[in-house]
């Protein structure tokens, strides 16, 4: 299976029009930061990736369970997965901007309160 790599994924899209809607303005996936942030925010210093539960081992979630095949093989794509945005997240901190990691389950069962926290959050911020 071919790694489906989410750009404009549905989670996304969502928190995109909603922080639109409030009027923040953001640019996406900037290819000069580390990991290409999906949404950055210049304004308040804060970068905000959207990650799909599987694809980026969301642990203790339901909708991470790993293959019943090949587990193995998945566990340390997955693995390799975590580390690589655990890194990403530390050298944009030391960049000095402030991550924010929005779960895509998270939109799932409860986006108006999770969407709220973001908007709070950046609000918070200037
Ligand atoms: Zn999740």
Same mark, same amino acid.
């Given at each position: 299976m071919a790694q489906i790599?989410? *750009?404009d994924t549905k989670p996304e899209?969502?928190?995109r029009k909603y922080l639109y809607s409030k009027g923040f303005r953001y640019r996406l996936h900037d290819p000069k930061l580390p990991g290409k942030p999906d949404i950055v925010l210049r304004k308040y210093n804060t970068v905000i990736f959207v990650n799909g539960c599987f694809w980026h081992g969301h642990i203790r979630c339901k909708y991470?369970?790993?293959? *019943?095949?090949?587990?193995?093989w998945w566990e340390s794509k997955i693995k390799a997965t975590q580390q690589r945005d655990n890194y990403n997240y530390s050298q944009l901190k030391?960049?000095?901007w402030d991550v924010i990691v929005v779960w895509e389950c998270q939109l799932k069962t409860s986006s108006d309160e999770r969407l709220r926290m973001i908007e709070q959050e950046l609000k918070g911020k200037v």
């Open positions: 790599k989410g *750009k899209l969502l928190v991470f369970t790993l293959p *019943k095949t090949r587990t193995d030391k960049l000095g």
